[in-house]
């Protein structure tokens, strides 16, 4: 697609509740990665994948946050027993060779837990 | 986690004033880039800044890479309503080399 594809928009979640993240990037990007983005605040990294490996996880807040990409393409986050403090956008970005070069984002699932 | 400390947080200005934002670390990052965020979208990169000392313009926007590596600061003249958003500075560098940090964010409001 023309731009980094992120699903869904919006997502309501009951306190404990699993959810699923996804993000398509653009087309032949090999890096990917995971932002959480608090109300009122700049994005914060979580993870980081380069093909199907996942290079760097050091942002995720909990083991409760899993994610993966295993054909090196659509990647999916997933928060397991969510927690009100889990309330957040989830923003995933592409880009075509390394991290720093056409960072393209998407617009993102915002996530509330009720 | 940490994050880059980001100034103004917010500025009113007149259409056609020129604006000017900065960031500030107390680590190094080897690149500086400054994004714009508007509401319910992504950040979008409007410039990325790759050497100490440099000096780069996109259009109306010229930002600056600290020499000390710690520091950078985006102007826009001749501000237009379509400026309007939230402006972040990011760094990117270090160990971890697919991370960026990110500032809080300055939200300018352009009044016509």
């Known amino acids: 697609g023309a731009g980094v594809s992120q699903s869904p928009r919006y997502k309501v979640a009951k306190r404990g509740q699993d959810v699923a993240l996804r993000c398509d990037p653009i087309?032949?990007?090999?890096?990917l990665f995971w932002y959480q983005q608090a109300l009122g605040q700049g994005p914060e990294f979580l993870t980081y994948f380069q093909n199907e490996a996942q290079l760097d996880k050091s942002g995720l807040p909990s083991d409760r946050f899993f994610a993966e990409r295993p054909e090196g393409s659509v990647s999916t986050l997933k928060i397991q027993r969510t927690q009100q403090e889990d309330s957040a956008v989830y923003l995933c970005?592409?880009?075509?060779?390394?991290?720093?070069?056409?960072?393209?984002f998407g617009s993102g699932t915002r996530l509330t837990v009720v | 986690g940490q994050q880059l400390n980001q100034s103004p947080q917010s500025m009113f200005i007149q259409e056609g004033e020129d604006v000017s934002m900065n960031c500030t670390s107390s680590s190094i990052f080897n690149t500086w880039l400054w994004y714009k965020q508007d509401p319910g979208e992504g950040p979008v990169l409007l410039i990325a800044?790759?050497?100490?000392?440099e000096l780069t313009s996109n259009g109306r926007l010229t930002a600056q890479f600290g020499i000390t590596r710690k520091d950078s600061f985006l102007n826009i003249s001749a501000s237009i309503p379509s400026d309007v958003g939230i402006y972040f500075c990011a760094g990117a560098g270090g160990t971890s080399y697919g991370k960026l940090t990110f500032g809080q964010g300055t939200i300018l409001t352009v009044h016509p």
């Open positions: 087309s032949g990007h090999v890096s």
């Open positions: 970005a592409s880009s075509l060779v390394g991290p720093l070069y056409g960072y393209t």
């Open positions: 800044l790759y050497k100490a000392g």
